[in-house]
């Protein structure tokens, strides 16, 4: 039964420049939700090799040296996911001996006050030599990340990383398999809203909405405009947790075709709202542009009224 998670940073979660790995952030966001199968959740901590203090080493040096590293983290944006960082993150710097040291994973479970044995903790890390003790020294679980020479790994895009941690956890807590097929999916554009089980072992069937690229002719304002349509598939995982196949969970050309004419209609009536010519005060939509440059139409009410 995993209990704690644990994370390395460097090359891991973010590369050589402090930049978090693709779709890291959405992968942390779905594990911190996880349950362990007796329902309690899911425990997580950063476990990073760092700057040893010269000697005699004191308190003071050890916590200049964990600032100079929660400033590298700030730089990341990644430390909300590791708060508090006190309990939350451990540097061989604070153990006194590097990864894979016992002493530094016992170090982490004491910081974070988690009364567990290392056989009940899982360790993600692109360190093969890392991997290879923790698991057959330890007996923790592991995961490798693809690291630039590895040519064995367990996953090389953090969007399948939550499957495959939530099968470990507990792979028949529909609410971490819900939460990780959402995280796969976002990463292709689908906004999963629901999910349920079915009758096939290892299928999921799935409900969500892709923001589709339109272009509505006859309106400058709305060409290359971004649109939410409803879709509908099954996910099928693989024994590991992985997600293998995604059943079609593109919208039709019909479907395209009538969400552009109810776009028109929409703009016809002044209901979207920035427009230039026919505007309404009572606009139930409007046009915002995501993280990624993205020009979205977002309803902001049900009534014009």
């Not at 329902?39 to 997580?44: N, W, Y």
């Not at 993150?89 to 016992?106: C, H, W, Y």
């Not at 099968?167 to 999963?192: F, M, Q, R, S, Y």
Request: hydrophobic content about 40%; charged content about 25%.
């Amino acid at each position: 039964m995993i209990q704690v998670v644990m994370f390395d940073l460097g090359m891991t979660l973010i590369d050589g420049e402090n930049r978090p790995f693709p779709h890291v952030e959405s992968a942390l966001t779905a594990i911190s939700g996880f349950k362990t199968v007796n329902g309690k959740p899911l425990r997580s901590c950063l476990v990073s090799d760092f700057t040893m203090p010269p000697s005699p080493v004191t308190a003071e040096k050890v916590t200049a040296l964990f600032n100079e590293y929660l400033a590298i983290l700030d730089q990341t944006g990644l430390r909300p996911f590791f708060e508090p960082v006190n309990k939350r993150i451990t540097l061989s710097t604070q153990a006194g001996v590097r990864k894979p040291d016992r002493k530094i994973f016992e170090t982490a479970l004491q910081r974070l006050g988690a009364s567990v044995p290392l056989e009940e903790c899982l360790f993600i890390t692109e360190e093969a030599t890392h991997i290879a003790a923790a698991s057959n020294t330890l007996h923790m679980k592991t995961l490798q990340f693809r690291s630039a020479t590895s040519s064995e790994f367990d996953f090389d895009n953090w969007a399948e990383a939550p499957g495959l941690v939530a099968n470990l956890v507990a792979p028949h807590e529909a609410a971490n398999t819900h939460a990780a097929i959402k995280a796969h999916l976002a990463a292709k554009g689908i906004d999963v809203l629901s999910s349920e089980p079915t009758d096939s072992p290892g299928t999921t069937r799935v409900s969500g909405q892709v923001w589709s690229r339109i272009s509505v002719p006859g309106f400058d304002d709305l060409q290359d405009v971004h649109v939410a349509i409803p879709v509908e598939g099954e996910v099928t995982r693989g024994r590991k947790g992985e997600v293998r196949s995604v059943a079609p969970m593109q919208p039709s050309a019909e479907q395209v075709e009538e969400v552009t004419s109810y776009v028109r209609s929409l703009a016809t009536h002044g209901q979207i709202a920035g427009q230039a010519e026919k505007r309404s005060p009572r606009a139930t939509h409007e046009i915002e542009t995501d993280n990624e440059g993205n020009r979205r139409l977002v309803r902001k009410r049900f009534s014009a009224m």
